[in-house]
């Protein structure tokens, strides 16, 4: 299994980007696929999750201005950012949680940076 991320970019604060989260198996298997963010010196953090329910959950600091969202056919998760701002600028990764047996396994995308300036 795989998780391939991409939409970082470089923008005003203020602005928007999109983050896409494409797996290469059903996002049904996974139990949440989350996005997480990691800025420089500073612990990786959770973002927002989206379950295979459908439930999403926000960190406080981007409720109201970031929306997960999925695309079934696709097998993708998108991560909407909106009113962007300059501490928002981290590395963001995607995470899938994947049940196996009585386990659960983390899979990891690659990253992609989003950088907000001022």
């Known amino acids: 299994v795989q998780l391939q991320a991409s939409g970082g970019g470089l923008v005003q604060a203020g602005g928007s980007l999109t983050l896409s989260c494409a797996a290469s198996a059903s996002i049904f298997r996974f139990n949440a696929v989350a996005w997480y963010r990691q800025a420089p010196g500073k612990q990786r953090e959770l973002v927002a999750n989206i379950t295979s329910g459908g439930s999403t959950n926000y960190a406080d600091s981007v409720k109201g201005r970031f929306t997960i969202s999925r695309d079934n056919a696709k097998n993708t998760v998108y991560l909407q950012m909106n009113s962007l701002k300059p501490e928002d600028t981290a590395v963001y990764y995607c995470?899938?949680?994947?049940?196996?047996?009585?386990?659960?396994?983390?899979?990891w995308g690659q990253g992609t940076q989003v950088t907000v300036s001022s």
């Open positions: 995470n899938g949680r994947l049940p196996v047996g009585a386990y659960e396994y983390h899979y």
